[in-house]
Nanobody, 120 residues
Framework: QVQLVESGGGLVQPGGQLRLSCAAKGSIFSIYTMAWYRQAPGKQRDLVAQITMSGATNYADSVKGRFTISRDDTKNTAYLQMNSLKPEDTAVYYC??????????????WGQGTQVTVSS
């Protein structure tokens, strides 16, 4: 099976920075689009950023210029560098990926989520 393991969340002051990591583990043949979503209490889960296999990126308007998504395919890992954090960035951040397994099964996977809290 495949697991997405997130890390890097925590408490940070406004204006601060955090770097989230998402490592895909298991019987992986190839990873296609990787993405970060977030969900604040009482709100729906929204796309934050995504990166394709070729490196093309897409960002939510609310994070453009502050967040950067990247990936290291040698480590099956995606990153989200978050700068100039604001209280409204507070949410649980989830990693998502489209993965082809070694048995040719193609599925979409979610991580367990990591809490990011921006507060003074």
């Amino acid at each position: 099976q495949v697991q997405l393991v997130e890390s890097g969340g925590g408490l940070v002051q406004p204006g601060g920075q955090l770097r989230l990591s998402c490592a895909a583990k298991g019987s992986i043949f190839s990873i296609y689009t990787m993405a970060w979503y977030r969900q604040a209490p009482g709100k729906q889960r929204d796309l934050v950023a995504q990166i394709t296999m070729s490196g093309a990126t897409n960002y939510a308007d609310s994070v453009k210029g502050r967040f950067t998504i990247s990936r290291d395919d040698t480590k099956n890992t995606a990153y989200l560098q978050m700068n100039s954090l604001k209280p409204e960035d507070t949410a649980v951040y989830y990693c998502n990926a489209d993965i082809m397994r070694l048995n040719n099964d193609y599925s979409n996977y979610w991580g367990q989520g990591t809490q990011v809290t921006v507060s003074s």
